[in-house]
């Protein structure tokens, strides 16, 4: 396993799909220029030098591993390790860390598909040393400097990260329930008035937590929901 610092790319996670098969398990791909980041549903991610930008395959023994909770495991280990820089820290199910109520980073988890599952990709953005975002998202975005007027080593965050992960992985097995507990304890939303999103169309309820199998319990007119998927956002009173 190593990491891998790239100069320039579209993706770190397209990279590793284009050359998994020369890659280890565990290998880092990162990039201070990212030019066509992804986030969930086709949504873009904005990054740039001042970002934390990249990406781990894992290859070895995954068929073993309770992969539906890996988007939550990983929420985990950020938070764990953001943590240890700023107070208030949240986790947006299934794959956000929030600050005062504004996305800090984001995870987006990818296969790579042959005769069955033969790789997965881990990707992450984190908002690390930003001081400006773009006009579209800037009211829903905070960086990591801009909370602590500290400005943050990408290589030691991204080491500490890895180290945390690496030490962590084996709760897919074993330790389930250590994951879903430390994210409901950090959930933004439990308890809060959210929309989500049925059918096309968008309607309200109440986010209960989130359950053992990973998906999202809700209230809605008094019939309990659990969501695979989707988009939810918590109802700000003005």
């Not at 023994?61 to 992969?67: A, D, V, Y």
């Not at 939550?72 to 947006?92: G, Q």
């Not at 860390?97 to 990709?121: V, W």
């Amino acid at each position: 396993m190593k990491i891998i610092q790239l100069d320039s790319i579209d993706s770190t996670n397209q990279y590793i799909k284009e050359n998994f098969q020369s890659l280890n398990h565990l290998d880092v791909i990162t990039t201070r220029n990212q030019t066509s980041g992804k986030g969930r549903r086709v949504n873009t991610w904005f990054s740039n030098q001042d970002s934390l930008t990249f990406s781990v395959l894992l290859k070895d023994s995954i068929n073993h591993l309770n992969i539906s909770l890996l988007p939550l495991l990983m929420a985990k280990v950020l938070h764990k390790i953001i943590s240890h820089h700023s107070n208030d820290v949240y986790i947006k199910w299934p794959n956000d860390i929030y600050i005062q109520d504004k996305k800090i980073s984001g995870i987006l988890i990818e296969s790579i598909h042959q005769t069955k599952t033969c790789a997965i990709i881990i990707g992450v953005g984190i908002n690390l040393n930003n001081i400006e975002f773009p006009n579209d998202i800037r009211e829903n975005v905070l960086s990591l400097k801009q909370i602590t007027n500290n400005t943050f080593s990408h290589d030691a965050l991204l080491k500490e990260i890895f180290n945390e992960l690496k030490s962590s992985l084996h709760q897919l097995n074993d330790n389930t329930k250590i994951i879903i507990d430390y994210c409901n304890q950090y959930h933004l939303l439990n308890n809060e008035e959210i929309t989500y999103e049925e059918n096309q169309e968008i309607k309200n309820a109440k986010c209960l937590k989130i359950n053992n199998d990973g998906n999202l319990l809700i209230k809605d007119d008094n019939k309990t929901i659990s969501l695979i998927s989707g988009i939810v956002n918590k109802i700000r009173i003005h």
